[in-house]
């Protein structure tokens, strides 16, 4: 039976993001791309090329300003993001978008992102909930238990007890449709970014 505990050469390089920024941006355009664009042009993320992650907080990472991660980036650059987004074309409708983040006291460990969009929801409650669920995936590597069944409140005062949890937070843009019919879209993202 061949062993399961991979091995990685010392010579790899180390591609774990040392620095994370969370951002934001809305977009309106009777063209869908064109909207979302425009949502990437108010997060300052447009001139990127972005690759979609999946929802792992790199260990020992920083969560930095938007100004200080921009600083270290070049137009053009190939950079990992997660990142939720919404769009619609109906009039008023409201759509959000979020991303979660829970961060472990040791950190040494990973955390988590979590991403988020519905329709009817404020900033506020997407936010709450993608943070409560990046929470409650960092919960269940760390054995802190939880009812999925209470509300979030009454979990997040329990993570606060359990000291095993040292901080969550998100990012979330929320907009009404335009009411001439023109594409809203939503983004909000965690970039991250190498050395």
Avoid at 35 to 42: G, I, K, S, V
Avoid at 134 to 163: C, G, H, K
């Amino acid at each position: 039976m061949a062993n399961s505990t991979r091995r990685y050469s010392s010579e790899a390089p180390d591609l774990t993001a040392k620095k994370v920024f969370l951002t934001k941006g809305v977009g309106r355009h009777t063209e869908k791309l064109a909207a979302f664009e425009l949502a990437l042009r108010m997060a300052d993320i447009a001139q990127f090329n972005l690759v979609t992650v999946s929802s792992i907080f790199p260990p020992y990472c920083k969560v930095v300003s938007r100004k200080e991660g921009l600083k270290s980036l070049s137009a053009g650059q190939i950079l990992h993001v997660v990142m939720s987004r919404a769009e619609t074309n109906e009039p008023h409708r409201h759509l959000a978008a979020s991303v979660g983040v829970a961060i472990p006291k040791d950190r040494s460990m990973y955390g988590y992102l979590s991403e988020h969009h519905a329709f009817g929801q404020t900033d506020e409650e997407a936010g709450d909930y993608a943070e409560d669920l990046a929470a409650q995936m960092l919960a269940t590597i760390i054995n802190v238990p939880f009812d999925p069944d209470t509300s979030y409140d009454e979990r997040r005062d329990i993570w606060r007890l359990s000291d095993q949890i040292v901080r969550t937070r998100n990012v979330s843009q929320s907009a009404r449709g335009a009411k001439d019919g023109r594409w809203t879209s939503v983004v909000a993202a965690c970039v991250l970014i190498d050395g």
